[in-house]
């Protein structure tokens, strides 16, 4: 479209320099009148051509999904600590209490970077729907992390839209970013807001360019075996499933990949104090070199799943298995048209958050001996589900088990070609286990903040999304007695 307004100023100066250089022969007057009208005239008629052609293209996109991404970098102030770990490795010896470092307090500084942390946003449009999904090198996220990229987009003008921020769930990645007391102490230390205004501007940066970028589009989903690069911490079956979404320009270029997989950022120890995205950013990287798109890495049901192997030699070997994994995914998807954007939202209440003492300290003590945690944790949480043409996905504000995850991708299946879980999106609550696995001792248990039974109750709502998003009754709901949709899960 931009061709021909070029060549017409061209055929202008051309007829212009004639005029003036005599070349119409010896004697002749310059026809500069003539020539004037002549180039308004030919700029006139291309000008209505290009409108006319953007027109139709607007009508040919009518009922299009149309795709932008992008991929900024996530640049933090020397000295943020890192975030993932509560190990004595990672903390000062002394909280910071003189003001020694300026972004740490109960963490050491983080020591330099090990490999570039990167923020990768897809925006969609359909019509009136619009969709912002951005992907964050860090831990976790949560609500007002969330909100706050929001605010960010809405004072920068961009248009709203549906946001979805997920976190890769490295344990290497940048702290001081979440406003939690809790979270603070155990995990990401105290807030710093130059921190998290690095943060939440690297995140609304690539939204931004993504919108700004956006084209008709293309979209195929496609499923591929994982390499045997985890291990279950429950001894319970693993999902072996990676899920590539391939998105293209109408031509054919390529645009964005997205790529789905359960896994933890952990294969750096908490000895490592240099900010590295772990396995998932190195293979995002390396998708992103040979593919030349953003790769988004969206973790899944990774409640009771680690590497099997850690260290930076096996972190480099496993993050090749993967993207190889993902390339090969990449070839095989065939992106076609698709007509259809749905998004869809459900409040869920929840219990209240307690610890319970069996799981942090020992079978030992009676499943009841709980210590609340009050105004530490919400009381609700919001789930969103997305349907792109035969796709579909639904979030999840923490660490799903495997378990809960495939039950949703197995009911998904029934009404979309492909469906996936996009967990530690929006918001972080912790752990969501099966109520048998609840009742362990050890980590996952004592993470398990909510109870015995929000993990039915998120599943069963996820699940539900995806049958609205369809358009379709659900003939057989497993609910759990526990839940209230009136509120959500009590």
């Not at 299009?64 to 010896?93: D, E, F, M, Q």
């Not at 209490?97 to 963490?107: R, V």
């Not at 995850?405 to 998904?412: D, L, M, P, T």
């Not at 993990?455 to 497993?478: I, M, P, Q």
Request: aromatic share 6%; charged share 20%.
């Amino acid at each position: 479209m931009e061709a021909p307004p070029v060549l017409g100023r061209r055929a202008a100066a051309q007829e212009q320099r004639r005029a003036v250089g005599g070349d119409g022969g010896p004697g002749r007057r310059p026809v500069r009148g003539e020539v004037t009208a002549r180039a308004i005239f030919l700029a006139v008629i291309l000008a209505a051509a290009s409108i006319a052609g953007i027109a139709a293209g607007a009508e040919r996109c009518a009922d299009c999904v149309t795709a932008g991404a992008a991929s900024t970098a996530l640049s933090v102030p020397p000295g943020t600590p890192l975030a993932g770990y509560g190990s004595p490795k990672r903390r000062l010896l002394f909280p910071d209490i003189l003001g020694q470092h300026p972004h740490a307090f109960w963490f050491a500084p983080s020591s330099g970077t090990q490999d570039p942390l990167v923020a990768r946003a897809l925006v969609l449009e359909s019509g009136t729907t619009r969709l912002a999904w951005v992907t964050l090198e860090l831990i976790a996220v949560d609500r007002e992390f969330t909100r706050a990229v929001r605010e960010r987009l809405t004072s920068a003008g961009v248009p709203p839209a549906t946001l979805i921020v997920s976190a890769s769930h490295t344990h290497s990645g940048p702290g001081a970013f979440l406003d939690s007391a809790l979270m603070s102490v155990v995990a990401v230390d105290r807030l710093d807001w130059v921190v998290r205004a690095a943060l939440v501007e690297g995140a609304a940066a690539a939204i931004r360019q993504a919108d700004g970028a956006r084209v008709p589009a293309l979209v195929a989903a496609i499923s591929v075996a994982a390499p045997a690069v985890t291990l279950s911490r429950l001894a319970r079956p693993l999902d072996s499933e990676i899920v590539v979404l391939k998105v293209t320009s109408a031509s054919g270029g390529p645009l964005a990949l997205v790529w789905n997989f359960s896994i933890h950022g952990t294969m750096l120890p908490a000895s490592n104090l240099r900010l590295s995205g772990d396995v998932m950013g190195v293979a995002s990287a390396r998708l992103e070199q040979k593919l030349g798109v953003p790769a988004l890495f969206v973790n899944g049901a990774v409640g009771d799943v680690s590497p099997a192997r850690h260290g930076e030699a096996a972190l480099r070997d496993t993050a090749d298995q993967l993207a190889a994994a993902v390339e090969a995914g990449w070839a095989r998807a065939k992106p076609a048209p698709v007509s259809t954007l749905r998004v869809a939202q459900r409040q869920v209440g929840l219990p209240a958050g307690a610890l319970s003492l069996r799981g942090c300290v020992g079978r030992w003590l009676p499943a009841f001996v709980r210590v609340p945690l009050w105004s530490a944790l919400p009381d609700d949480t919001e789930l969103i589900g997305v349907a792109l043409g035969d796709t579909g996905w639904v979030t999840i504000p923490g660490e799903l088990q495997t378990a809960f995850g495939q039950a949703i991708k197995r009911e998904g299946r029934e009404l979309f070609a492909s469906t996936f879980v996009a967990g530690l999106s929006n918001d972080y609550l912790g752990y969501f286990v099966t109520p048998i696995d609840a009742q362990r001792s050890g980590y996952v248990a004592c993470a398990t903040l909510y109870g015995p039974d929000a993990g039915a109750c998120l599943t069963d709502a996820a699940v539900d999304l995806l049958y609205r998003l369809r358009g379709r009754s659900r003939s057989v709901t497993r609910t759990p007695s526990s839940c209230d949709y009136r509120t959500g899960a009590r």
